[in-house]
Nanobody, 117 residues
Framework: QVQLVESGGGLVQPGGSLRLSCVASGFALTLYTVYWYRQPPGKERELVAQITSVSGSTKYTDPVKDRFTISRDNAKNTAYLQMNDLKPEDTAMYYC??????????WGQGTQVTVSS
């Protein structure tokens, strides 16, 4: 069964850290560009970070630059989003997605991140 499963979300105080994981099954994640999106309450989903399949080059949306790091461990078929110095405005449902040329995009079910004191 082809699926992506996110984990690692939770409640954290401002300034804290979380590491989100995205585990792929049923396909080789190494062949796919991986994206992390988030959807804050009442707002549209936005792209947070991406990492390409071959070169592993990364891109980030400006609000998370220098705080978030996307990475992948192809041996574990897993991608990660390390989030440091979290802010209340980072509160959202976080989703991972994987896309390869010529294939459909796969999505996980999401993991909730809440930043609050």
């Amino acid at each position: 069964q082809v699926q992506l499963v996110e984990s690692g979300g939770g409640l954290v105080q401002p300034g804290g850290s979380l590491r989100l994981s995205c585990v792929a099954s049923g396909f080789a994640l190494t062949l796919y560009t991986v994206y992390w999106y988030r959807q804050p309450p009442g707002k549209e989903r936005e792209l947070v970070a991406q990492i390409t399949s071959v070169s592993g080059s990364t891109k980030y949306t400006d609000p998370v630059k220098d705080r978030f790091t996307i990475s992948r461990d192809n041996a574990k078929n897993t991608a990660y989003l390390q989030m440091n110095d979290l802010k209340p405005e980072d509160t959202a449902m976080y989703y991972c997605s994987a896309k390869s040329v010529g294939d459909r995009a796969y999505w996980g079910q999401g993991t909730q991140v809440t930043v609050s004191s």
